[in-house]
């Protein structure tokens, strides 16, 4: 189709603008508001910066680089420290800015015109855009009334639509419930499309399917050092999987997609893994006294395994307690417009101090939104 079938002005009748593609007229830029309150529990960051140690032997690494040449197209040093770490040799492994181009990255090469991207729902709503922006159609898969997908549910949605490929968060967000190995083993058997299973909070303790990898041949894990790793700042993510699946990726990529400096952070971050990810046991024990607090106080909350929880106030609309929280100085994520979500808003686990604020001012929150001052 040209343009002049698309509804824009006619050659010789030069229109202001140019109508963007059709298929995204609908879609709406990512993104939680960018507000700064003083306790920002929003978006899944860890609460304190990567140690001194990772920032002066990155601030060495930084000056030994030639920023005047191109970086590495392979990324080499970097695949090998990932693969190192888990076992695989760096053809099994690719990087590049945020787990979410990697997604992007592998909806490019895999959907496209005429395919589909089978995602849970509710699930990661970076999913669907990502998808969109490669041209890749969506297909849905509804979570059950627990929030969890069963093999079932997974295996009859991959017979009914035939996938290019399924893509789950495990664990899931905004639930922060895993996907059971039964789902991963089901979607991969019911069809033949590729498998990619993010795991962005898999270091919080869930349950991982990289051992899956050499048993199930169309399975990916997606990974990323934006959250346990405590390095949003710089954008990188991960891939483990098979070779083909590397060398596919490579044909999309963009020259030299990955920066130096992003090279060098995540090298450093995987020499000093142990130090950067030192804070997990803190946010795993408040996760879990905050989850208890919630449960405490008559509200619903669920099992997550990640740095956040999923929670309703019973009787109260989402919104409502969402902006009593953000007056209070807490902001949180709303997703009471959601499907099964309605009501439920979610809290990143801050610190300590943070996660008090947090409850203190739920409790103010409720109150009022009870019984508005007259
Ligand atoms: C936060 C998050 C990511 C992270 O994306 P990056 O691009 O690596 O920052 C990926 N997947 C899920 C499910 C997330 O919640």
């Not at 090469?109 to 699930?123: E, H, I, T």
């Not at 499309?193 to 399917?209: Q, R």
């Not at 020499?271 to 006294?289: G, K, M, N």
Request: glycine share 8%; with cysteine.
């Amino acid at each position: 189709m040209t343009l002049a079938g698309s509804g824009a002005p006619a050659p010789g009748a030069r229109g202001a603008r140019v109508p963007v593609r059709a298929d995204l007229v609908d879609v709406e830029p990512y993104g939680a508001p960018q507000l700064a309150p003083p306790v920002r529990l929003n978006v899944n960051e860890t609460p304190w910066p990567p140690p001194p140690a990772f920032l002066a032997a990155l601030t060495q690494r930084l000056g030994e680089l030639e920023l005047h040449r191109y970086p590495d197209r392979e990324a080499t040093h970097l695949r090998a420290a990932l693969g190192a770490r888990n076992g695989l040799p760096p053809e099994r492994v690719w990087a590049a800015n945020g787990s979410n181009e990697v997604l992007v990255q592998l909806f490019q090469a895999y959907g496209g015109a005429g395919r589909a991207v089978l995602l849970a729902r509710p699930g990661y709503s970076a999913h669907p855009l990502l998808a969109r922006v490669a041209a890749t159609g969506v297909v849905e898969v509804d979570l059950d009334g627990e929030l969890r997908l069963g093999p079932q549910a997974v295996a009859a949605a991959v017979a009914e639509h035939d996938p290019a490929l399924v893509c789950l968060a495990s664990p899931n967000n905004p639930t922060g419930i895993p996907v059971a190995e039964e789902t991963v083993r089901a979607a991969h058997d019911a069809g033949r499309g590729l498998i990619v299973v993010d795991e962005a909070y898999v270091e919080f303790g869930a349950p991982s399917v990289v051992g899956l990898l050499d048993e199930l041949p169309r399975l990916v894990v997606v990974r990323t050092f934006s959250k346990a790793f405590r390095l949003a700042g710089i954008r990188l993510g991960y891939l483990l999987g098979q070779d083909w699946v590397v060398a596919d990726l490579r044909r999309v990529r963009l020259p030299y997609h990955l920066d130096a400096l992003t090279q060098a952070a995540g090298s450093v971050a995987c020499e000093l893994a142990d130090a950067v990810t030192a804070h997990i046991p803190h946010i795993v024990a408040e996760r879990d006294r905050v989850a208890a607090a919630l449960g405490a106080r008559g509200h619903t909350v669920w099992p997550s395994a990640a740095n956040f929880l999923l929670f309703r106030v019973p009787g109260l609309a989402g919104a409502e307690l969402f902006a009593a929280l953000l007056a209070r100085g807490v902001l949180v994520r709303d997703f009471s417009t959601r499907p099964r979500l309605a009501g439920c808003l979610r809290v990143t686990i801050g610190s300590a101090q943070e996660n008090d604020a947090f409850l203190d001012a739920l409790d103010a929150s409720v109150q009022a939104v009870k019984e508005p001052a007259t």
